[in-house]
């Protein structure tokens, strides 16, 4: 019977501090104007029912509170606008109040001098420092043809074999864009630099909790090792003193660059290229398999579109600009790829101060996560949303 007691005591107690741990961060962020909503728990917040639950929180929460609704998410109290008015409207309106407003992990993680973390001039300037790599001579006489040789060199491995496509999906994306930025000295590096950039990831979408063990502190670690292997490659890139066609290369000519980015800026940027494309590019891949797989009728169409042009080619020719351009129905896939799987599903915004957006008061340094996900499975934007319809995108078909 003692312990009996000893143990409903001791459940009454810690119900009683949770309870009131929940109450004291309610009223701490308690302020006239905001938006209706919870914040969760001290320095997590809800952070572990937004990244479990995904999309499922979103809509729990907009069915309780609306459209515009407070959160505590990633250690950053946060408005979330599911609005598609309001949502257009911050977007349109970046720089009035309003920079990019990425979560401290995530910064610390990418770097401070990440482009996705700066605005005003240094956005401007490293935004053309970018530019630069993707200049339409750069696709056509650099990007389009590595990117075409390794992807024949990577896809042949998959003959004949089992695969697990959401992991061959990853490893496509990181070395297919390792290689555009280190050129050949990719392989030298590829092998010790993918399990760093892995954690790196999962870093990133987690609470800037800097204890041992924790996604966090994996992430920070992971971003030192990756800095010291790209300060070996620049520095061996500069002691050869050999030209590369590479964004590397290109970066590091500073003769040849409008935009002069320091070698921190350089190793920043190249991290945020990977990280921007990885996550992108690996899940739109597999996806697209998925759905392809899914309907016959539009892999037909898709095989019929690439043999065509095929046909016009010698086996060991690359593809081309002009190819690319003509792939209608290949873009019509990719896009309805991107729609129906959502790889994004929205932006972060940082307020510089207080601000009123449709009728409620957003405090100085809140962020405002511009959620846009719904906007894709709009039946009035997309008739018949859930089905996979490539045809939709093409001039004149529904």
Same mark, same amino acid.
């Given at each position: 019977?003692?312990?009996?007691?000893?143990?409903?005591?001791?459940?009454?107690?810690?119900?009683?501090?949770?309870?009131?741990?929940?109450?004291?961060?309610?009223?701490?962020?308690?302020?006239?104007?905001?938006?209706?909503?919870?914040?969760?728990?001290?320095?997590?917040?809800?952070?572990?029912?937004?990244?479990?639950?995904?999309?499922?929180?979103?809509?729990?929460?907009?069915?309780?509170?609306?459209?515009i609704f407070?959160?505590?998410?990633?250690?950053?109290?946060?408005?979330?606008?599911?609005?598609?008015?309001?949502?257009?409207?911050?977007?349109?309106? $970046? =720089?009035?109040?309003l920079v990019?407003? *990425?979560? @401290?992990? /995530? +910064?610390?993680? !990418?770097?401070?001098?990440?482009?996705?973390?700066?605005?005003?001039?240094?956005?401007?300037?490293?935004?053309?420092?970018?530019?630069?790599?993707?200049?339409?001579?750069?696709?056509?006489?650099?990007?389009?043809?590595?990117?075409?040789?390794?992807?024949?060199?990577?896809?042949?491995?998959?003959?004949?074999?089992?695969?697990?496509?959401?992991?061959?999906?990853?490893?496509?994306?990181?070395?297919?864009?390792?290689?555009?930025?280190?050129?050949?000295?990719?392989?030298?590096?590829?092998?010790?630099?993918?399990?760093?950039?892995?954690?790196?990831?999962?870093?990133?979408?987690?609470?800037?909790?800097?204890?041992?063990?924790?996604?966090?502190?994996?992430?920070?670690?992971?971003?030192?090792?990756?800095?010291?292997?790209?300060?070996?490659?620049? $520095? =061996?890139?500069?002691?050869?003193?050999? *030209?590369? @066609?590479? /964004? +590397?290369?290109? !970066?590091?000519?500073?003769?040849?660059?409008?935009?002069?980015?320091?070698?921190?800026?350089?190793?920043?940027?190249?991290?945020?290229?990977?990280?921007?494309?990885?996550?992108?590019?690996?899940?739109?891949?597999?996806?697209?398999?998925?759905?392809?797989?899914?309907?016959?009728?539009?892999?037909?169409?898709?095989?019929?579109?690439?043999?065509?042009?095929?046909?016009?080619?010698?086996?060991?020719?690359?593809?081309?600009?002009?190819?690319?351009?003509?792939?209608?129905?290949?873009?019509?896939?990719?896009?309805?790829?991107?729609r129906l799987?959502?790889?994004?599903?929205?932006?972060?915004?940082?307020?510089?101060?207080?601000?009123?957006?449709?009728?409620?008061?957003?405090?100085?340094?809140?962020?405002?996560?511009?959620?846009?996900?719904?906007?894709?499975?709009?039946?009035?934007?997309?008739?018949?949303?859930?089905?996979?319809?490539?045809?939709?995108?093409?001039?004149?078909?529904?």
């Amino acid at each position: 019977m003692a312990v009996l007691l000893m143990v409903l005591a001791a459940v009454l107690f810690l119900f009683s501090v949770s309870s009131a741990l929940l109450r004291w961060n309610e009223v701490r962020y308690r302020k006239k104007g905001l938006p209706p909503g919870t914040m969760g728990w001290p320095v997590f917040g809800e952070t572990t029912d937004f990244l479990k639950q995904g999309p499922n929180f979103m809509k729990n929460q907009r069915a309780r509170y609306g459209n515009i609704f407070k959160s505590h998410i990633l250690g950053c109290p946060t408005i979330v606008s599911m609005d598609p008015e309001l949502n257009r409207y911050i977007l349109m309106n $970046e =720089g009035k109040g309003l920079v990019p407003g *990425y979560p @401290q992990s /995530m +910064l610390d993680i !990418l770097g401070n001098r990440n482009i996705a973390a700066v605005h005003g001039s240094t956005h401007k300037h490293m935004r053309g420092a970018l530019l630069a790599l993707i200049s339409p001579t750069m696709i056509r006489e650099q990007l389009l043809p590595t990117i075409d040789e390794f992807m024949r060199t990577h896809l042949s491995f998959w003959d004949s074999r089992i695969i697990d496509i959401q992991q061959m999906t990853k490893e496509m994306a990181l070395l297919s864009a390792l290689k555009q930025i280190a050129g050949a000295d990719s392989c030298s590096i590829s092998q010790a630099f993918m399990p760093e950039f892995f954690k790196l990831v999962l870093g990133t979408l987690s609470l800037p909790i800097d204890l041992p063990g924790t996604c966090y502190r994996r992430g920070v670690q992971a971003r030192k090792n990756i800095i010291s292997m790209l300060r070996q490659l620049i $520095e =061996g890139r500069r002691a050869s003193k050999l *030209y590369h @066609q590479d /964004m +590397l290369g290109r !970066l590091l000519r500073t003769e040849e660059n409008k935009y002069k980015l320091t070698d921190e800026e350089i190793i920043d940027q190249i991290i945020t290229i990977l990280y921007s494309g990885y996550e992108t590019v690996s899940t739109t891949s597999m996806m697209a398999v998925k759905y392809l797989h899914d309907h016959p009728s539009v892999l037909q169409e898709l095989r019929k579109e690439h043999l065509a042009i095929r046909e016009k080619k010698r086996p060991d020719d690359p593809i081309d600009l002009n190819d690319l351009k003509s792939m209608c129905f290949t873009r019509a896939v990719i896009f309805e790829t991107s729609r129906l799987a959502t790889i994004v599903n929205g932006v972060l915004r940082k307020t510089t101060k207080e601000m009123e957006l449709n009728r409620f008061v957003v405090p100085k340094g809140w962020r405002i996560y511009v959620y846009t996900r719904e906007i894709n499975y709009d039946p009035f934007l997309y008739p018949d949303p859930l089905s996979f319809n490539p045809w939709r995108w093409l001039v004149g078909d529904s």
